[in-house]
């Protein structure tokens, strides 16, 4: 079992819509939680950070946290064509990545 | 300071031969971090330092692999003997003390190519 599981996707949404990202993790002791960007050919770049239970909102997106379930997720409200991109859900301070969910949002 | 910079950004050699990167971090930036990435794949952690001091090397890593950060500032990343696998982009990141743990700045990457 990976320690950062998530699905590669691509997921495909229309302009406007919600874009719901998920992500699970093994280590029950994971205390951070990650969601950084990286565009095609470019490096990551952090976009979420959540640390407790429950929801996380910064504008468009909001990360939500279940620690009972070792599950993550990220949703991207009025998504964007320029939000197409991989997301990376990464654990614990030095950062452990999943494969990444390509995202592809569509006019 | 414009980021993290990273030398060279593509690298071509030989099965066999040694091949060195370079990382210059953000200025005052006190962490520094080494990735590996395939393609498809997320980034894969290798090792980091705090200061001049490596403070955690992956056990994924093997003995080919060494880096150093001598004098707290920029790091190389050597790799001896490279074999096909070899073949990634290598990233490297760094962090300021005091910030968010786990906001890491990243550059543009050394893409490397095993023959």
């Known amino acids: 079992q990976k320690e950062v599981e998530q699905n590669s996707g691509p997921l495909s949404v229309p302009e406007g819509a919600i874009a719901s990202l998920n992500c699970t993790y093994s280590d029950r002791g994971s205390q951070s939680f990650f969601w950084y960007r990286q565009y095609s050919g470019k490096s990551p770049e952090l976009i979420m950070f959540i640390y407790s239970n429950g929801d996380k909102e910064d504008g468009r997106f909001t990360a939500q946290l279940n620690k009972a379930s070792q599950y993550v997720s990220l949703l991207i409200r009025d998504s964007q064509p320029s939000d197409s991109a991989t997301y990376l859900c990464?654990?614990?301070?030095?950062?452990?990545f999943g494969t990444g969910t390509r995202l592809q949002v569509f006019p | 300071d414009t980021g993290v910079s990273q030398d060279p950004r593509h690298k071509i050699t030989k099965r066999g031969q040694n091949v060195t990167f370079r990382c210059d971090p953000i200025s005052e930036h006190n962490r520094l971090y080494w990735y590996r990435q395939t393609l498809g794949q997320g980034p894969e952690f290798l090792t980091y330092f705090q200061n001049e001091a490596q403070l955690e090397k992956s056990r994924l890593l093997s003995d080919r692999f060494s880096a150093e950060r001598p004098k707290g500032s920029f790091s190389t990343l050597e790799i001896q003997r490279t074999e096909q696998g070899d073949s990634a982009m290598y990233l490297c990141?760094?962090?300021?003390?005091?910030?968010?743990?786990?906001?890491?700045?990243f550059g543009e990457g050394s893409r490397l190519t095993v023959l």
């Open positions: 990464a654990v614990n301070d030095k950062l452990i």
């Open positions: 990141a760094s962090s300021f003390p005091g910030g968010l743990a786990g906001e890491l700045f």
